[in-house]
């Protein structure tokens, strides 16, 4: 599968920032069109800067891989998953609304939650961690992606901010 760098990242082959910029634009605007529900999450996997000390880089990126796999899988095919830097990633539901992403994440996140062990086929990571995350909904929370963005970050720091390995809806913040 050839991928474009400017887009996509090389670690995990997700869409990058940039690409998750252009495609929420894209998603937001045909929600607006269409009269169609929006939801995004905003995951980041807790505690990843002490995993990455103690366990090093290349440990790091075993789990930065393997989560975006996991949350890929489970969030289906109608999903946009991004990584949005380092340890967070964004995921983009068309036509979803939030009630229906959180179960689709909520799971995603127990399934994290229950690992011992990830790898990526080369190397083996002995870690258990858990993610936290926050779900905004267009046209509920917001009208327009920058707002939308913003709501789901708020609600992934009221996730982390009320003991992490949880997810959050942004009206629940």
Known sequence: MSTDNSTHDTLTGLINRKGFEEKLKAAVLHAQQNDRPLSLAFLDIDHFKRLNDSMGHEAGDV???????????????????????????????????????????????????????????????????????????????????????????QALYKAKGSGRNKIVLSYEE
Request: aromatic share 6%; glycine share 8%; hydrophobic share 40%.
């Open 63 to 153: 789990v930065i891989k393997a989560v975006g796999d996991i949350v890929q899988r489970v969030a289906g095919d109608k999903a946009i998953i991004c990584r949005y830097g380092g340890e967070e990633y964004t995921i983009i539901f068309p036509d979803t609304e939030r009630e229906q992403a959180f179960l689709l994440i909520e799971r995603a996140r127990a399934e994290i939650a229950q690992l011992k062990s990830m790898s990526d086929g080369k190397k083996k990571v002995n870690v258990q961690l858990t993610i936290s995350g926050g779900i905004a909904a267009y046209p509920i929370d917001a009208q327009e992606e920058n707002e939308l963005l913003r709501k789901a970050d």
